[in-house]
C-alpha cells in the first residue's frame, strides 16, 4: 500500500485545515490508520488514530477537542481535520498505517506517506 497525504500548507493561528491521505495499491478498509507529526529538530510523535470500520478513534492530548481523524473507506482515504491551530502545531504531518489498533509508536505502524508541511504562524 502506498500512502499520499496532502493539505498542508501556510495558515495563521486560530485558522483550521484538513490533511487527506490516499492510498493506492491496496484498501485500507481493514487498516488502522494514524497521523503523526514531526516538528523541526524533534521527534515524531503520535496524534491520532482510526480503527478499520472508523467506529475507534484515539488523540494526543495536545490535539484532543481540536483535531478529528475520519475515513472514508470507499474512497480509500483519510482525513485529519484540524481546527484552532496554533503555533505548536507546526510540522510535518505523516499518515501511517496498521494492523493493529492501539499503538502510538512510529514502530507500530508499516505503511507510511511522504509527509505533509502544515506551518502555523504567530
Known amino acids: 500500500v502506498q500512502l499520499q497525504a496532502s493539505g498542508g500548507g501556510l495558515v495563521q493561528a486560530g485558522a483550521s485545515l484538513r490533511l487527506s491521505c490516499a492510498a493506492s495499491g491496496g484498501t485500507l478498509s481493514r487498516l488502522v490508520m494514524g497521523w503523526f507529526r514531526q516538528a523541526p529538530g524533534k521527534e515524531r510523535e503520535f496524534v491520532a488514530m482510526?480503527?478499520?470500520?472508523?467506529?475507534?478513534?484515539t488523540y494526543a492530548d495536545s490535539v484532543r477537542g481540536r483535531f478529528t481523524i475520519s475515513r472514508d473507506n470507499a474512497e480509500n482515504t483519510v482525513y485529519l481535520q484540524m481546527n484552532s491551530l496554533n503555533p505548536e502545531d507546526t510540522a510535518v504531518y505523516y499518515c501511517a498505517a496498521s494492523v493493529k489498533y492501539g499503538s502510538r509508536s512510529t514502530s507500530g505502524y508499516g505503511y507510511w506517506g511522504q509527509g505533509t508541511l502544515v506551518t502555523v504562524s504567530s
Open positions: 482510526i480503527s478499520s470500520s472508523g467506529s475507534g478513534t
